[in-house]
């Protein structure tokens, strides 16, 4: 059976699989390899992924979504799509199915199988949400790996020398990873994770557009959805822009905005100055954890597309005192990863003596009584379990006893953290045991935390005197899903109307049109309206040929008015 | 020793070797394939590899600052402000000669394509701006003496603006050059006792933008002891004790829905109809129809239904989620996903109360039965009523 990998990023996705010793990347159905992690709904209550649905965010702002990985695990969110309501894990489900549909196409088998990376940092709950994305696609899920670790592997496997430790620090547009990895002799061993989970581009994006909304002071509330994304889609290209120049213009985009806008990088980079901070945070830390100086790192590697900014790079060769590597597309060199561990998950032979270990990147403990808390003020205290950075698989056994005389129940509540106290740390789920009477101390409990591969993690409880054991896979409400809800969410899925592959191609034509249409002003934009009405009048005769030609002028007009868009 | 055993190798204090027999070993035990026989493997070289002499390890790494430096630093601390001043000018002017050397590494070949090679002119770009060798026993000196002055008096130390030298300085960008700045700096400001508790958290909070102390509060508190950084800090997450005072609540529950008990329920529903009785009371006063045929029992128990049929729905779709009885005692309704109720939902919600209501007996005995805390109408409705 082939495993196929997939990068579900927040902006951007790709596919992967292993073919004759080497990673190969699966283009999209428009011979792309990476598809945006953008949904929407057209008109007829059809299904967009990718390419379509992102030309879509200005033109119909309140029937496409974007960057709802934020928001994965997330109790209770919805996003209204037209008349439905979606979750992220149904958002991010329907992007890995048109992946999913890509791969098949390309390869011409059925997909049942598949590795899917994570950001490090990623908690339990937003790990099972993924993984219940991918069995809502109809992909098994044989590996969830971390992003920075894939990357490494990319990395390690093109290192000929043996013994090296690479800093993998992975920004992409919405989280922020760091991992320490030694690769030596065929083994890659991860020693030590950190992370912020909301810190990516989009972060740096949201900088730059506050800015631009403040020196023409609009009010950020009283923008239309329209509005909002067409000063969004153009600043992004400013960002963009911003790595190779030193200052852009963007051209007239609101109504409120009388002269070209110009933004130059040292400003830029003075607003950025708290997301920059909040790099090192991340860092020191992993350093710190693994116990080495920044000496003894051999190479430090960018992963993501944000690390691409002048002002990352700048920061981190100003940490490091050197020039980070990022000589591997950044985009696609995770997606590369997962295709090795897809690889080594089909146990080719190609791979036969590589060995990737990886650590829990957070402390799991449970809540003990704290008894110097006399006010009530602090709540319990965090005791540790599985500390972080430890090696996984790893399954630790720590006994509790109970607190008072006679006490009959004993209630497990599950964190995970660092901090001293229980409140200031991540909840997971709670257990609650029944003990016989004794007095207090007499009676024991051994908790067993077992944390796999996958980061995914199992409380095992038992009574000492009864013998009685309790289980549970922790589960937050959000991810608690029992046979007959996940049947309904399949059927929820399944009655959804997909957009025929084949006029994908014509419909990203449209909807680029649609998109410049609502940008432009004047005879623009009537120009464009009666290109678009005949491009459809094309359409709808049927004739496969006829179709060909104009969309190929189509496209070839389109590009020609988009040059011309957004930079004076 | 048993972990010479497991690696299948002499004892050794050769590095390398004991990572290729790790290596070697690590093929028979995957950690996906024998996690219990990976997990001894892997305890046992770490344990082979820290069995090793650590003399070489020590004293080829931490060559940032040397601890002797320091301490001389510390004993030179007691001068006057005059002479302190007058040394910053001179160390100050030392600053501007130059002590960068630019670097000049030379790329590897292989990365081809415009927009790489564009890339890399940025990076060396960028490189240019920092230097390579730092002096940063020089830096630091120069660095202690600044911050000792700002902190000497409490209005330059708690203006924003006489800690900008610690953005423009090169040498901060070190890691472990600003870790050991921030723990310097943390451990003076916690022995400034000639300033007051708040001025003392005033300018921490102040430096927090810069260090970022809130991020590394647990390796602040293993170097410094919960209690001193609770007095520094304050408490962890002021933002989340805004939010509980706070009107307007959010559309969606956050945290774990904890049901709410029957004897809270019942005791904010007897809150709710004392107010309404309370209302009635003064509803007859207003009008002036104190009359006692209009005010008598069955009356004021049908105005009270209508009342209640009226306002409690309007009460629970708002964003109080609930009735002042409800709200007073820390609970709220919302539908099973944690969300708000819609007007129409809490109306129906309202009328399977009052159904339920009208036939007590049976709500009470089902209740008794289940034990998962959800009145009748509650379980008809779809609702669930929660903690706060």
């Known amino acids: 059976m082939r495993i196929i990998g997939i990068d579900l990023g927040t902006t951007n996705s790709a596919c992967s699989f292993w073919s004759d010793g080497k990673p190969e990347l699966i283009p999209n159905r428009l011979h792309k390899l990476l598809t945006p992690s953008i949904v929407g709904v057209d008109d007829n209550g059809e299904i967009l992924v990718g390419e379509a649905a992102k030309h879509r965010l200005v033109s119909h702002p309140s029937h496409t979504t974007s960057a709802f990985k934020r928001y994965m695990g997330a109790t209770g969110y919805q996003t209204q799509l037209g008349k439905r309501e979606f979750s992220s894990v149904e958002l991010s489900s329907i992007v890995l199915r048109s992946l999913k549909e890509d791969a098949e196409s390309y390869l011409g088998e059925r997909i049942t199988q598949a590795v899917i990376s994570v950001p490090a940092y990623f908690n339990d709950t937003q790990r099972k949400a993924t993984k219940l994305a991918g069995e809502l696609a109809g992909l098994k899920v044989e590996r969830l790996i971390n992003e920075p670790t894939a990357a490494a592997m990319v990395y390690g496997l093109h290192h000929v020398s043996n013994g090296a430790q690479f800093l993998i620090l992975d920004m992409g547009g919405g989280t922020f990873d760091v991992s320490l990895v030694e690769y030596f002799s065929g083994v890659l061993e991860v020693h030590a994770s950190s992370g912020d989970n909301f810190l990516g581009g989009e972060d740096f994006l949201n900088i730059l557009v506050q800015k631009y909304l403040d020196d023409h002071s609009i009010a950020k509330k009283k923008l239309s959805a329209a509005e909002r994304h067409q000063i969004i889609e153009a600043l992004n290209k400013a960002k963009h822009q911003l790595t190779f120049d030193k200052s852009v213009t963007v051209k007239i985009i609101h109504k409120k905005q009388d002269k070209p806008w110009t933004i130059d990088r040292n400003t830029f980079e003075q607003l950025a100055k708290p997301l920059l901070y909040r790099i090192q945070t991340p860092i020191e830390r992993t350093l710190n954890d693994a116990d080495i100086s920044p000496s003894d790192i051999d190479e430090v590697v960018l992963v993501g597309g944000a690390t691409r900014m002048p002002m990352f790079r700048s920061l981190i060769s100003k940490m490091f005192r050197r020039v980070p590597s990022g000589n591997i597309n950044p985009d696609l060199v995770v997606a590369m990863g997962v295709a090795i561990q897809a690889g080594l998950k089909e146990k080719n032979s190609d791979l036969d003596d590589i060995v990737l270990t990886d650590v829990c990147p957070y402390t799991l403990g449970v809540e003990v009584i704290n008894q110097e808390d006399n006010k009530g003020k602090q709540g319990g205290l965090f005791m540790p379990i599985i500390e972080r950075n430890s090696i996984i698989p790893s399954s630790i056994v720590k006994s509790l006893c109970t607190s008072s005389d006679n006490q009959t129940k004993l209630n497990i509540s599950i964190y995970q953290g660092e901090s001293r106290l229980v409140k200031n740390n991540i909840f997971l789920g709670e257990l609650d045991v029944n003990i016989p009477k004794a007095p207090e101390g007499k009676e024991t409990i051994d908790v067993r935390y077992s944390y796999d591969m996958n980061g995914l993690l199992e409380v095992d409880v038992s009574v000492n005197s009864t013998n009685q054991t309790y289980q549970k896979t922790i589960f937050n409400h959000s991810g608690l899903l029992s046979e007959k809800e996940l049947t309904a969410y399949k059927t929820k899925l399944s009655r959804l109307k997909f957009h025929p592959r084949e006029n994908e191609v014509y419909r990203v034509l449209i909807a680029r049109a649609e998109k410049l249409y609502e940008s432009t002003l004047g005879r623009k934009r009537t120009d464009i309206g009666n290109i678009l009405n005949q491009f459809e009048q094309v359409l709808e005769s049927q004739d496969l040929k006829r179709i060909h030609t104009t969309s190929k002028q189509f496209e070839c007009i389109l590009d020609e008015l988009e040059q011309q868009g957004m930079f004076t | ?388």
């Open chain 2, 1 to 388: 020793m048993s972990c010479w055993n497991t690696l299948c190798i002499e004892p050794t204090t050769d590095k390398y070797a004991i990572k290729k027999a790790y290596a070697c070993q690590l093929k028979t035990h995957k950690p996906d394939e024998d996690p219990e026989g990976f997990a001894i493997l892997h305890a046992h070289y770490k344990q082979a590899l820290n069995s090793k002499p650590q003399t070489l390890e020590v004293s080829e790494s931490r060559k940032v600052i040397p601890a002797s430096i320091i301490e001389t630093l510390r004993a030179e601390k007691i001068k006057t402000e005059q002479s302190i001043i007058e040394q910053l000018k001179l160390e100050l002017s030392k600053a501007q000669q130059p002590i960068i050397q630019y670097i000049n590494e030379t790329l590897s070949e292989e990365h081809a394509g415009n927009e790489q090679k564009n890339e890399l002119n940025l990076e060396l770009e960028t490189s240019k701006a920092f230097s390579c060798e730092l002096n940063f026993e020089a830096e630091w000196r120069r660095l202690k003496i600044k911050i000792d002055h700002v902190l000497d008096t409490s209005q330059s130390a708690s203006n924003i603006n006489s800690w900008s030298f610690l953005e423009d300085n090169e040498a901060l960008f070190d890691i472990e050059f600003k870790a050991y700045a921030s723990s310097y700096v943390f451990e003076q400001l916690i022995s400034l006792n000639s300033l007051p508790l708040h001025k003392q958290r005033a300018i921490a909070k102040i430096l927090s933008m810069f260090f970022r102390w809130p991020d590394r509060r647990d390796l602040l508190e293993t170097q410094f002891g919960y209690k001193k950084v609770l007095q520094l800090l304050g408490n962890d997450k002021p933002e989340d004790k805004q939010k509980v005072s706070k009107w307007v609540n959010d559309k969606y529950h956050r945290g774990p829905l904890v049901f709410s008990s029957y004897s809270r329920k019942l005791a904010s529903i007897s809150i709710d109809i004392g107010l309404i009785a309370i209302a009635q009371y003064y509803l007859a006063l207003i009008i002036g129809v104190f009359d006692f045929e209009y005010f008598l029992l069955e009356y004021a128990l049908i105005r009270g239904f209508l009342i209640y049929l009226l306002f409690v729905p309007l009460f629970e779709a708002s964003s109080l989620q609930g009735t002042l009885g409800k709200y007073l005692l820390n609970i709220k309704i919302t539908n099973f996903q944690g969300r708000r109720l819609s007007i129409f939902h809490a109306s129906w919600r309202n009328l399977c109360f009052l159904l339920s209501t009208a036939g007590f007996k049976l709500t009470l005995w089902i209740n008794i039965f289940s034990k998962d805390e959800k009145l009748l109408h509650d379980r008809f409705s779809r609702s669930i009523v929660i903690k706060r």
